[in-house]
């Protein structure tokens, strides 16, 4: 079974300061690897994607993500963080080519930004 | 941009009692989902739906749990004898028919049962 693992419900850094949320994954099959984030009051929104294509993916708001599988990992960073990047970051992970495509996220990282 | 919407934004319940949490995906969207995040807790896979029926639920869809697409724009989630338990927040989503197309979410409906 599939399964995602965010190390650190919270994570603090300061504006300008590198941003680096960790997730690890489990699945037996090759993954699909999502990082979707989270404002106050709003449904998830999708950062980016892998879906087997390049390692590195680029996604909005100049975050980006490096799928390692060798590590079983699929780290998201920013170079410098932004008081409009605080918000809830959720890791998933979907195992399916086909069909429902349903997603497997893991716990959430709360991320806060301090002047 | 088109947006997933969810109605009502908050919901309040007693236990026992039947309640429809409403949904109009993107109108091009061909897969729709619930997922649900109970407070401190993983956002978690209920259902999806394709061509008019659940091509997959999970373990938590049980017999209490229906979906439907009554007029082919809104989706519903009804629960038919809501727990305390069923408390969370739930979510909606959709996505085309293209392989790995992305799921977008609705704002989500907070239901809290007495």
């Known amino acids: 079974a599939q399964s995602v693992t965010q190390l650190g419900s919270h994570v603090s850094v300061s504006e300008g300061a590198l941003v680096l949320l960790r997730c690890n994954y489990s699945?037996?099959?090759?993954?699909?690897l999502f990082w979707y984030v989270q404002y106050p009051n709003q449904g998830l929104q999708l950062l980016l994607k892998?879906?087997?294509?390049?390692?590195l993916v680029k996604g909005i708001n100049g975050f980006e993500a490096e799928f390692k599988k060798s590590e079983t990992s699929f780290h998201l960073t920013k170079p410098s963080a932004h008081m409009s990047d605080a918000a809830e970051y959720f890791c998933?992970?979907?195992?399916?080519?086909?069909?429902?495509?349903?997603?497997?996220f893991g716990q959430g990282t709360r991320l806060t930004i301090n002047p | 941009e088109p947006e997933v919407t969810q109605t009502p934004s908050h919901q309040v319940t007693q236990m026992g009692q039947e309640v429809i949490l409403r949904c109009v995906p993107i109108?091009?969207?061909?897969?729709f989902y619930w997922y649900r995040q109970i407070l401190g807790q993983k956002v978690e896979f209920l259902v999806s739906?394709?061509?008019?029926?659940?091509?997959?639920k999970s373990e938590i869809f049980d017999d209490q749990f229906s979906v439907e697409r009554p007029d082919g724009s809104n989706f519903t989630l009804k629960i038919r004898s809501t727990k305390l338990e069923d408390s969370a927040m739930y979510f909606c989503?959709?996505?085309?028919?293209?392989?790995?197309?992305?799921?977008?979410f609705g704002p989500g409906t907070r239901l809290l049962v007495l």
């Open positions: 989503a959709s996505r085309t028919g293209t392989s790995f197309g992305t799921q977008y």
């Open positions: 699945s037996s099959v090759p993954p699909y």
């Open positions: 892998y879906t087997s294509a390049a390692t």
């Open positions: 998933a992970v979907s195992d399916q080519s086909q069909g429902a495509q349903k997603l497997v």
């Open positions: 109108s091009n969207h061909l897969y």
């Open positions: 739906f394709y061509n008019n029926e659940i091509s997959e």
